[in-house]
């Protein structure tokens, strides 16, 4: 499983967020576990596009 998120992620969340990935394949799939990789690629906001412009302009303009 790849996901992309925007840089700024601590190793905590990402750990939160591997387990939780895994969990839903071994649930929702029957995946095992030991057979599941996840890669997360972290994008610079301004590599990212969101509703028409840069992730890093959708925000000063007041984005969340």
Known sequence: M???????ATR???SELVADIT???VRILGKKPEHT???I???DEG??????MLT???KRQGGD
């Open 2 to 8: 790849n996901v992309q998120i925007t840089r700024g």
């Open 41 to 43: 690629q972290e994008i």
């Open 12 to 14: 905590a969340q990402k």
């Open 56 to 58: 890093d302009d959708w």
């Open 47 to 52: 590599d990212w596009g969101f509703a028409g």
């Open 23 to 25: 969990n839903s394949l």
């Open 37 to 39: 990789h996840i890669v």
